[in-house]
């Protein structure tokens, strides 16, 4: 019998829906992770914005097409929050993203299947991204996941370091809901793995974690992959503070001015949303003139979206012809940026990790993020060092040296 396990949202929910993946293929069912006709279907919801909640209601009228009879699954952050729109729908099972265990006891009571051990995750692609932490202790007035996913709980290090020698993957991406908040500190971890031979990648990063001695950890790791995401949100300290982000735009540069300084190279790539609910223009001006300030590599911006339950859904919204236009300047600030940042690597050489095919080209990342177009047919997994030619597309050709 056949199973889907699809997954909308954060790379959490895909590390997740990787280990359900696993569990039910050591109990013999084929799996795939992409809709099509199947016996059973496994949703795993988004709820950080509206939109991704609409997305996942949406989930159950779609699988129905490929199979009507099918027997459907729902977890995550949007079940989490309203469980009935998912029965409405038709879902046989609905839990949250607090016990996604629990839709493996639904298959057992279902089909009758065998209760199996744990299992890692099911590794689809090339790096494989490893879960440190759960839950969000920050409360954040635009976020709702906090009241979706819990309080903050870290794994402990040998069962990461464990999890990490059992994958094949070359690289790996240590990644929770909020990886900064580690219990015992992100170094003591990153100090644990000095030994994996394997490239290391963090995944997205609050500024206050980022001091000496993290850092100090990083540059002691066998390959490192000096990408930093560290979570902006707004360069107004007006704004960030009506977002309970605890630093201001002053702080938050002198922590990307000693990253630059131990990793010179380094990508610091973030998010900033539009159009927060109390954002005046000037506001919007300081998280604009931050972009070129810092030298974003990468920009994710993105418009505020009002969530029920949260602290800013009570404020006054901007109106969403203003987000709007302020999300176009935003994007094409970030779009030069970026573009900005990879040219600097030109004439220079880079190691990547060849990931996918792709319209002729072999494609793959540096260590820093920048994404490489090789036009020769490369081993899948393989590290290469490659000379960067020009920029392409979102990143940039290489070539195979020697």
């Not at 929050?81 to 839709?103: E, H, I, M, P, Q």
């Not at 927060?276 to 590599?297: C, H, Q």
Request: glycine share 6%; charged share 30%.
């Amino acid at each position: 019998m056949k199973a889907v396990v699809f997954t909308l949202g954060c790379k959490v929910n895909e590390v997740e829906s990787a280990s359900l993946m696993a569990s039910l293929e050591k109990a013999g069912w084929e799996v795939d992770d992409k809709l099509s006709y199947a016996e059973a279907y496994i949703l795993n919801t988004c709820a950080v914005t509206r939109e991704a909640e609409k997305k996942s209601r949406q989930l159950i009228a779609r699988v129905k097409k490929f199979n009507p009879e099918a027997k459907i699954f729902v977890c995550g952050c949007a079940s989490e929050k309203d469980k009935a729109s998912f029965l409405r729908r038709g879902a046989a099972y609905v839990t949250g993203a607090r016990d996604k265990s629990g839709v493996l006891r639904a298959f057992e009571r279902e089909f009758g299947l065998q209760k199996q051990p744990p299992a890692y995750p099911k590794q689809t692609k090339t790096r494989a991204f490893i879960k440190i932490q759960d839950g969000c202790n920050n409360f954040c007035s635009y976020c709702v996941i906090p009241y979706l996913r819990g309080r903050e709980v870290s794994r402990p290090i040998e069962d990461i370091v464990a999890e990490i020698n059992a994958t094949e993957s070359p690289e790996i991406v240590l990644t929770g809901i909020n990886i900064s908040s580690y219990e015992g500190g992100l170094a003591s971890l990153i100090r644990a793995l000095e030994d994996v031979k394997k490239r290391i990648r963090l995944g997205s990063l609050e500024c206050g974690v980022i001091d000496d001695e993290l850092l100090s950890a990083l540059d002691g790791l066998y390959d490192f992959a000096p990408q930093f995401h560290l979570s902006l949100q707004s360069g107004s300290d007006a704004v960030l503070k009506a977002m309970n982000r605890h630093y201001t735009r002053a702080e938050y540069i002198r922590k990307c001015e000693s990253i630059y300084k131990r990793f010179p190279a380094a990508a610091i790539t973030t998010d900033i949303i539009a159009g927060f609910a109390t954002e005046t223009e000037s506001d919007f001006l300081d998280s604009l003139s931050i972009i070129e300030e810092v030298g974003f590599a990468r920009v994710h911006a993105f418009a505020f979206s009002p969530r029920d339950g949260t602290v800013a859904y009570k404020m006054q919204d901007v109106p969403p012809q203003i987000k709007s236009e302020r999300l176009h300047r935003l994007l094409e600030a970030a779009e030069k940026c970026a573009a900005g940042y990879a040219s600097g690597f030109i004439g220079r050489e880079a190691e990547i990790i060849a990931e996918v095919r792709e319209d002729g080209y072999t494609c793959g990342y540096t260590g820093n993020y920048i994404r490489a177009y090789v036009p020769s047919e490369l081993e899948a997994g393989r590290k290469y060092k490659v000379t960067i030619k020009k920029l392409y597309k979102d990143g940039v050709v290489a070539e195979v040296n020697g």
